[in-house]
Every structure is written in structure tokens, then in C-alpha cells.
């Protein structure tokens, strides 16, 4: 009989392989099962082949879960939704009070509450814990945000603090995020901060590539440069890495033969959902999953250039020369500024949600282990930290002082490349509703006050002055017939 193992790792696509291998590698033993057993024996096999690891492989739940030491802690990393019950149900039937599952999917928060309360009920301890990083981050260091029970989270933190990816001014890129569903809910932002950022990186190809008319040799080279200073991040690196990468199935480069429609798993939806529920205006993220949706519109927008073509719209409406080093630097700043912008939305719906349930939610700490392991790693989480460090309470990003400056030295290079995009004819959705949310946001006075008098005049919604006390309603309708007679 083999010695207990330390952990289990139940689902074993990629992501469950690469975090199973990873977590051996650390030097925890660890018992992997999988519904198809084929999946148990590959694992088997590579931790044979990747350093003789210590992987146990299990055919049957019962044997999988027996051969874990007590209180015993198993991740699963399987399709979300039913997937998961359905794990859930065949694990705990062999699981024992004090017990812990913890699932590492992309999981709907409020999921995540009704189990970990089912669980409870039967002595088990529950944990839901997004892990970014891809397959890479899975297998070399994730980042992990765990939230559900804290005394689940105690049981293994010895080993998710050597997992996570490691940075070293600030630390292993895990931490307790908090109680409930926390730790998917900042999952799913994250995500929807992603998406932002993607969107904000295609248009700065587009302005770059159909205005400025840059080769894919000079993209990479501007992207590799860029990802020295400011911009310096995972999304940017490989950016560069793919205007590098030639066709295999033919000439030119592969980029180029990509169809230009883009899929999604849901994340981003319900990252825009949740901020409508809660009142956040999150533009960057939305205008981002816009366009992803617009872009599976393929055979509509082929249909469409044409009958545009046929009245003289070309791709790019005005072919004028431009400078192009100037471009590139404009590009750089208007691609900084917006996406400043994106994460203060993002940072605002965790922070409304936090609120809202009550989970005490740390934003510099959030920012600290988005700095290594994950999709948005960049080296400016480390500027977010320190906002947050300065001012804990601090309203939004973009008041933060050096946030507000980077903006300002900025704001001109921003506005001339949207402007260029928009006389182009080069849509720049992403930056074009940063610049507006920015431009809002730092007006003390907006044009609300019409809307509100509208909703009085034809629906009695009352309205308050800034002038005095109180709420007011006017008989807009009686006062402009009598001025019309």
C-alpha cells in the first residue's frame, strides 16, 4: 500500500495535467483521476517523462480518493456547470467530514455559494479558486485566487503559496481573496479586463498596419520595443511573438491568414452583465465584447464593403501620409491612457461587488498577484498596488496622482490618434469609449440635467436642483402649451 498522497487532482484536460505536474514538481505527491482513464495513464506518463514526479494515477473515485492523506483536499478542473455537480456528487460520496474539494474552473460565482453551502451540510469545506495563466501558467506558475472557506483555504496554503507563479519584489501570486464566490467573481473580471486589453491591442495594430501602413516586420519590432517600458506585459510580448511567426501552409506570415472572427467562452459577457446589475460603467470592457461580437458578423461585413465600395468607401477612407514614427509614439500613449481607463472599471465592479456582499475585497492585493502568472500580467499591476497602497479608498484609477498625470502628458497623443482613426474610417471602439469615459468622468458638469428634466416632463420622475434642497416636479407640458398659445 502506498503512502497516503499530499493532494488529488480530479480532470485532466490540459489545464488539470499541466497543474498536477506542476504541483508534484513543488514536491507534494499528488493522486490524479479522470472519468476517461486514458487521461490518467498520459498523466502518468509525462510525469515519468518531465522528472519522474511524483504523480499517482487512479481509474475509480473510490481508490482516487481513499489514497489522499486526511483532511483530505482534491481540485477539480472540469467544465463548468453540470460537469462540475456531477464531479462533485461522485467525489463526496467517498469523501469524509473536514474534507475539502476545491473547483479551479471558470465558474459562476453564485455556483460557487450554492455549493460550497451544500457542502457544508455534509461536513465538506469548499473552495472556488480561479487560476489564470493558461496551460503555460498552469504547468510553470499560475496566479490563484482562491475564495470560499477560509479553513479550506489554510489546508493547502502551504502548497498554492509554491504553485503560484513567483514575483520576486512582491511575492507568490496567490492569496485569500474572500468568503463566497469572491475568488471566481475577480476571476471573472479579470477576464473582462482582458478582453479589454486584446480589443485595445487590435486596434493599435489596425491603426498602426491600415493608417500607418506598417509591415509585420515593423510591428514586432515596434511591439518587442514597446514591451520595454511602460507597456511591458505577457499580451504585448506575445503580440510581438505572433507578427514574428510565418506562415507554415503557405507564404507570408500567419497572422495574415488568421480569420478575423473571434470566440468566446462567456466570461467577458458576464463581466458587462454584472456591471449593468450594479450600475458600473465598465465602456472598455463592453465596447470589446462588442466587437467580438460584430466580428463573427463575417459574410454581413464581406456583403456590406461591398455595397460601401460601390459608393466609393474604400477600407481606409483617406489615404494620407503620416509620420510614421510619430504615429507609433502616439499609438504607445493612446494605448496606455485607455487601458488605465479599463482597469478602472474593472477595479470599480470588484470593488461595487465587494460592497454589495459584504467580502472586504483588497484591490492592491488583487493587483499584487495579477503581476506574475496570469493573462494581464504587466509590469504597470505594480503602479495599480501602489495606488491602492497610497489610498485604499481611492474613488477610482484615474484620480490616483500619478495616474492622473500619465493621463494628462497623455491625453494629446490619445485624442490625435482617435481622431485620425475616425477620419480614417478605422473604428477604434476601445479607445474611443476610454477616451469619452475619461472625458466624463473629469467634467463636474455633464448634459444629465436635460435627461433628468425629459423623465420629469413626460413621466413625472421628479428631479433636484443645485441650487437648493429637495425633490421637484414641474408641469413642463402645461407651462410650454401655454407658452406655444
Same mark, same amino acid.
Given at each position: 500500500?502506498?503512502?497516503?498522497?499530499?493532494?488529488?487532482?480530479?480532470?485532466?484536460?490540459?489545464?488539470?495535467?499541466?497543474?498536477?505536474?506542476?504541483?508534484?514538481?513543488?514536491?507534494?505527491?499528488?493522486?490524479?483521476?479522470?472519468?476517461?482513464?486514458?487521461?490518467?495513464?498520459?498523466?502518468?506518463?509525462?510525469?515519468?517523462?518531465?522528472?519522474?514526479?511524483?504523480?499517482?494515477?487512479?481509474?475509480?473515485?473510490?481508490?482516487?480518493?481513499?489514497?489522499?492523506?486526511?483532511?483530505?483536499?482534491?481540485?477539480?478542473?472540469?467544465?463548468?456547470?453540470?460537469?462540475?455537480?456531477?464531479?462533485?456528487?461522485?467525489?463526496?460520496?467517498?469523501?469524509?467530514?473536514?474534507?475539502?474539494?476545491?473547483?479551479?474552473?471558470?465558474?459562476?460565482?453564485?455556483?460557487?455559494?450554492?455549493?460550497?453551502?451544500?457542502?457544508?451540510?455534509?461536513?465538506?469545506?469548499?473552495?472556488?479558486?480561479?487560476?489564470?495563466?493558461?496551460?503555460?501558467?498552469?504547468?510553470?506558475?499560475?496566479?490563484?485566487?482562491?475564495?470560499?472557506?477560509?479553513?479550506?483555504?489554510?489546508?493547502?496554503?502551504?502548497?498554492?503559496?509554491?504553485?503560484?507563479?513567483?514575483?520576486?519584489?512582491?511575492?507568490?501570486?496567490?492569496?485569500?481573496?474572500?468568503?463566497?464566490?469572491?475568488?471566481?467573481?475577480?476571476?471573472?473580471?479579470?477576464?473582462?479586463?482582458?478582453?479589454?486589453?486584446?480589443?485595445?491591442?487590435?486596434?493599435?495594430?489596425?491603426?498602426?498596419?491600415?493608417?500607418?501602413?506598417?509591415?509585420?516586420?515593423?510591428?514586432?519590432?515596434?511591439?518587442?520595443?514597446?514591451?520595454?517600458?511602460?507597456?511591458?506585459?505577457?499580451?504585448?510580448?506575445?503580440?510581438?511573438?505572433?507578427?514574428?511567426?510565418?506562415?507554415?501552409?503557405?507564404?507570408?506570415?500567419?497572422?495574415?491568414?488568421?480569420?478575423?472572427?473571434?470566440?468566446?467562452?462567456?466570461?467577458?459577457?458576464?463581466?458587462?452583465?454584472?456591471?449593468?446589475?450594479?450600475?458600473?460603467?465598465?465602456?472598455?470592457?463592453?465596447?470589446?465584447?462588442?466587437?467580438?461580437?460584430?466580428?463573427?458578423?463575417?459574410?454581413? =461585413? !464581406?456583403? /456590406?464593403?461591398? +455595397?460601401?465600395?460601390?459608393?466609393?468607401?474604400?477600407?481606409?477612407? %483617406?489615404?494620407?501620409? *503620416? @509620420?510614421?514614427?510619430?504615429?507609433?509614439?502616439?499609438?504607445?500613449?493612446?494605448?496606455?491612457?485607455?487601458?488605465?481607463?479599463?482597469?478602472?472599471?474593472?477595479?470599480?465592479?470588484?470593488?461595487?461587488?465587494?460592497?454589495?456582499?459584504?467580502?472586504?475585497?483588497?484591490?492592491?492585493?488583487?493587483?499584487?498577484?495579477?503581476?506574475?502568472?496570469?493573462?494581464?500580467?504587466?509590469?504597470?499591476?505594480?503602479?495599480?498596488?501602489?495606488?491602492?497602497?497610497?489610498?485604499?479608498?481611492?474613488?477610482?484609477?484615474?484620480?490616483?496622482?500619478?495616474?492622473?498625470?500619465?493621463?494628462?502628458?497623455?491625453?494629446?497623443?490619445?485624442?490625435?490618434?482617435?481622431?485620425?482613426?475616425?477620419?480614417?474610417?478605422?473604428?477604434?471602439?476601445?479607445?474611443?469609449?476610454?477616451?469619452?469615459?475619461?472625458?466624463?468622468?473629469?467634467?463636474? =458638469? !455633464?448634459? /444629465?440635467?436635460? +435627461?433628468?428634466?425629459?423623465?420629469?416632463?413626460?413621466?413625472?420622475? %421628479?428631479?433636484?436642483? *443645485? @441650487?437648493?434642497?429637495?425633490?421637484?416636479?414641474?408641469?413642463?407640458?402645461?407651462?410650454?402649451?401655454?407658452?406655444?398659445?
Amino acid at each position: 500500500m502506498a503512502p497516503p498522497t499530499r493532494i488529488g487532482l480530479a480532470g485532466l484536460a490540459v489545464m488539470g495535467q499541466n497543474l498536477a505536474l506542476n504541483i508534484a514538481e513543488k514536491g507534494f505527491p499528488i493522486s490524479v483521476y479522470n472519468r476517461t482513464t486514458s487521461k490518467v495513464d498520459e498523466t502518468v506518463e509525462r510525469a515519468k517523462q518531465e522528472g519522474d514526479l511524483p504523480v499517482f494515477g487512479f481509474h475509480d473515485p473510490e481508490s482516487f480518493v481513499q489514497s489522499i492523506q486526511k483532511p483530505r483536499v482534491i481540485i477539480m478542473l472540469v467544465k463548468a456547470g453540470a460537469p462540475v455537480d456531477q464531479t462533485i456528487k461522485t467525489l463526496s460520496a467517498y469523501m469524509e467530514k473536514g474534507d475539502c474539494i476545491i473547483d479551479g474552473g471558470n465558474e459562476w460565482y453564485e455556483n460557487t455559494e450554492r455549493r460550497e453551502k451544500e457542502m457544508s451540510q455534509l461536513g465538506l469545506l469548499y473552495l472556488g479558486m480561479g487560476v489564470s495563466g493558461g496551460e503555460e501558467g498552469a504547468r510553470r506558475g499560475p496566479s490563484l485566487m482562491p475564495g470560499g472557506s477560509f479553513e479550506a483555504y489554510k489546508n493547502i496554503e502551504d502548497i498554492l503559496l509554491k504553485v503560484a507563479a513567483q514575483v520576486p519584489d512582491s511575492g507568490p501570486c496567490v492569496t485569500y481573496i474572500g468568503k463566497g464566490g469572491s475568488g471566481n467573481f475577480v476571476k471573472m473580471v479579470h477576464n473582462g479586463i482582458e478582453y479589454g486589453d486584446m480589443q485595445l491591442i487590435a486596434e493599435a495594430y489596425d491603426v498602426l498596419k491600415s493608417v500607418g501602413k506598417l509591415s509585420n516586420e515593423e510591428l514586432q519590432s515596434v511591439f518587442s520595443e514597446w514591451n520595454k517600458g511602460e507597456l511591458l506585459s505577457f499580451l504585448i510580448e506575445i503580440t510581438a511573438d505572433i507578427f514574428g511567426i510565418k506562415d507554415d501552409k503557405g507564404d507570408g506570415y500567419l497572422v495574415d491568414k488568421v480569420l478575423d472572427k473571434t470566440g468566446m467562452k462567456g466570461t467577458g459577457k458576464w463581466t458587462v452583465q454584472q456591471a449593468a446589475d450594479l450600475s458600473v460603467a465598465a465602456p472598455t470592457i463592453a465596447a470589446s465584447l462588442d466587437s467580438r461580437f460584430l466580428s463573427g458578423l463575417k459574410d454581413e =461585413r !464581406v456583403e /456590406a464593403a461591398k +455595397v460601401f465600395k460601390s459608393g466609393g468607401f474604400g477600407d481606409v477612407l %483617406t489615404d494620407q501620409t *503620416v @509620420d510614421k514614427s510619430k504615429l507609433i509614439d502616439d499609438v504607445r500613449q493612446a494605448l496606455y491612457a485607455s487601458k488605465i481607463c479599463s482597469y478602472a472599471q474593472g477595479m470599480n465592479l470588484i470593488r461595487a461587488k465587494s460592497i454589495e456582499k459584504g467580502w472586504d475585497l483588497k484591490l492592491g492585493e488583487l493587483a499584487r498577484i495579477w503581476k506574475g502568472g496570469c493573462i494581464i500580467r504587466a509590469i504597470f499591476l505594480d503602479r495599480i498596488k501602489k495606488a491602492y497602497d497610497r489610498n485604499a479608498n481611492l474613488a477610482n484609477l484615474l484620480v490616483d496622482p500619478e495616474f492622473a498625470k500619465e493621463i494628462m502628458d497623455r491625453q494629446s497623443a490619445w485624442r490625435r490618434v482617435v481622431c485620425l482613426a475616425i477620419n480614417s474610417g478605422i473604428s477604434t471602439p476601445g479607445m474611443s469609449s476610454s477616451l469619452a469615459y475619461f472625458d466624463t468622468y473629469r467634467r463636474d =458638469r !455633464v448634459p /444629465a440635467n436635460l +435627461v433628468q428634466a425629459q423623465r420629469d416632463y413626460f413621466g413625472a420622475h %421628479t428631479y433636484e436642483r *443645485v @441650487d437648493m434642497e429637495g425633490s421637484f416636479h414641474t408641469e413642463w407640458f402645461k407651462i410650454a402649451k401655454q407658452l406655444k398659445d
